[in-house]
């Protein structure tokens, strides 16, 4: 079993920045890659970033890329979301979650553990 922390959410301006943090316990952090998703109010959640077990690959939604960079520490069982440029429509809860399967998959049933999420709301 894996518990997974978010942190790092709150209250910006648009154009502005934020860093994500989701903190995973247990000793297999390296067996799993680690993904990030958003939900807003209304809607259904949605893929936002992906990175592999070692931090070699990544994969982003087109909504974010160019703006969010997903990466990891596996020594520290941490993974990040460098959130710039951001916008209203960012204006979500967060949620880090992992996946056992080491193929590119997408959708949130797909991934195993879940945290409880972090409310990002950006200001226009």
């Known amino acids: 079993q894996v518990q997974l922390v978010e942190s790092g959410g709150g209250l910006v301006q648009a154009g502005g920045s934020l860093r994500l943090s989701c903190a995973a316990s247990?000793?297999?952090?390296?067996?799993?890659?680690m993904g990030w998703f958003r939900q807003a109010p209304g809607k259904e959640r949605e893929f936002v970033a992906r990175?592999?077990?070692?931090?070699?690959?990544?994969y982003y939604a087109d909504s974010v890329k160019g703006r969010f960079t997903i990466s990891r520490d596996n020594a520290k069982n941490t993974v990040y979301l460098q959130m710039n440029s951001l916008k209203p429509e960012d204006t979500a809860v967060y949620y880090c979650?992992?996946?056992?399967?080491?193929?590119?998959?997408?959708?949130?049933?797909?991934?195993?553990?879940w945290g409880q999420g972090t409310q990002v709301t950006v200001s226009s």
């Open positions: 247990g000793r297999t952090f390296t067996s799993y890659t």
């Open positions: 990175i592999n077990r070692y931090g070699g690959s990544t």
């Open positions: 979650a992992t996946d056992p399967d080491y193929t590119l998959r997408l959708r949130p049933q797909d991934y195993a553990y």
